[in-house]
């Protein structure tokens, strides 16, 4: 493996980092299980690289079923609490600390079953434009069996 050719091209470098406090305001509440979400590093800020989201969950039980994605790898990093992540043969009861990646094609899931709250990163790459399908998910009910189909074939999301 080799590092990929340049996309700067200058002498000096540049100040464009971009910074946010860990006590910013987060994009995104799901109302029903207190989870919230940060969007830390969208596709559209990292020019379609990787994007990088903190996923708070609260105490209720939450998060999506066995599923995969054909374009786009999706790593879970644990910040606190315990989340069970299914990594395709087994569910993991993770805990601070661990890291599971899971690459394009690969089955996985995660629930917060622990009853106390818990938090993670979700890293997605290359970055897809997973803010649309997070947003998404509070209008599913609203959705007929047609638009749901769509609105999952759209965000690169299969069901098993």
């Known amino acids: 493996m080799t590092y990929p050719p340049p996309t700067y091209h200058g002498e000096t470098g540049e ?6 406090r860990p ?5 995104l509440v799901y109302p029903s299980s207190g989870t919230t979400v940060h969007y830390l590093a969208t596709g559209a800020t990292t020019n379609g690289q990787f994007g990088l989201y903190r996923w708070d969950m609260g105490p209720e039980p939450s998060g999506p079923a066995e599923h995969f994605h054909r374009s786009i790898s999706e790593s879970f990093y644990i910040l606190s609490g315990s989340v069970r992540i299914y990594d395709g043969r ?4 993770t805990s601070p600390g661990d890291f599971v990646h899971v690459p394009e094609g690969g089955v996985h899931a995660f629930r917060n079953e622990s009853g106390e709250p818990a938090s993670m990163l979700l890293h ?3 970055g897809a434009p997973r803010e649309g ?28």
């Open 23 to 27: 006590d910013a305001t987060p994009e």
């Open 124 to 126: 997605f790459a290359p």
């Open 90 to 93: 087994r569910w993991i009861d």
């Open 133 to 160: 399908y997070f947003e998404g998910l509070l209008t599913l009910a609203d959705m007929s069996e047609e638009e749901k189909a769509e609105f999952y074939l759209r965000h690169d999301t299969f069901w098993l």
């Open 15 to 20: 100040p464009t980092a971009s910074y946010r």
